[in-house]
């Protein structure tokens, strides 16, 4: 046993050290990438101002809000914008969390894909972007 280790610290030399030194990083990380999934939400709206809808880091629907333009749509045309809204929404969304979950270790696995199967399309309208998800 080399000195420093003795005195609580490990040589340069220490496998076990340097694991635990990646481990810790790792834990950092992931708890970074935890809260910001935590936090993350998307908002959309219509260029007329009708409805602004909000979807969390789930796809969930957060939010909703209806401008003075809204009370001047047919029912049929009101549903069809607020979906289309919130299909963008969670499609942008699932984008910021791909992205996010790149940063991980192993992202480029077989288990990424998997997860990227499970995302949403892009939305019919939707002309950013370099093509279908990956």
Known sequence: MA???????????????????ELAELKAKSNGLAHLIGTMSVTGSDQAGAVS??????????DIKFGRRA?????????ELVLKLVRKAQYDVAQEMRTAL??????????MDLLASFLPV?????TRGAGPRA
């Open 102 to 111: 790149d940063k991980l270790p192993g992202s480029g696995s077989g288990t």
């Open 3 to 21: 000195f420093l280790d003795h005195v609580g610290i490990p040589s340069q030399n220490d496998p076990i050290a340097g694991l635990e030194s």
């Open 122 to 126: 892009r939305p019919e309208n939707d």
């Open 53 to 62: 809808v909000t979807v969390g880091a789930g796809g969930n629907l957060l």
């Open 71 to 79: 009370m001047s749509m047919l029912p049929t045309q009101l549903t």
